[in-house]
């Protein structure tokens, strides 16, 4: 089954889903303006579920790109490094093995606390590189419309 030309997938992280989700805001309203409108968001409980859910959502051959958000954070406990690393080498492991385009919008902040000026600031950064992420699908899929 070919992908539909348009349909993009974005899996999201629910810890932190108050600023995750500005981030998969900003990524669908930038994807909108590069004339995507075909785009089905998939929650997560934590990052470390997004690969495989964007395993299984590129080897359906209904996506033209998936893209994982997620907010990864120093707990206290020297964990996060290693969860955000492999979350990443799995995204990247996915769209070699299925030959979808997969992005990450998986951050992982120093020093990130619970309190508003944090709180305000990630909410702001989350926005921009959910746009950002947008224009990444949208020049990556712009690509394969350019012959070889």
């Not at 968001?41 to 690969?51: D, L, R, T």
């Not at 994982?68 to 070699?96: K, S």
Request: charged share 20%; proline share 5%.
């Amino acid at each position: 089954m070919s992908p539909t030309p348009h349909r993009i997938a974005l899996v999201a992280a629910r810890w932190h889903a108050d600023i995750v989700d500005r981030a998969v805001a900003a990524c669908r309203t930038g994807l909108a303006g590069h004339g995507f409108a075909d785009i089905d968001v998939i929650e997560v409980p934590g990052a470390f579920e997004i690969p495989l859910r964007v395993k299984r959502l590129a080897s359906t051959g209904r996506y033209a790109a998936v893209a994982g958000c997620a907010l990864v954070v120093d707990g206290g406990i020297y964990r996060h490094d290693f969860v955000a690393g492999t979350v990443v080498d799995a995204l990247m492991r996915v769209q070699l093995d299925t030959d979808v385009p997969v992005f990450s919008a998986v951050l992982t902040p120093h020093h990130f606390h619970e309190h508003g000026e944090h709180l305000a600031y990630f909410t702001r950064h989350f926005e921009v590189k959910g746009a950002e992420l947008a224009d990444a699908i949208a020049a990556t899929l712009a690509l394969d419309t350019v012959p070889a």
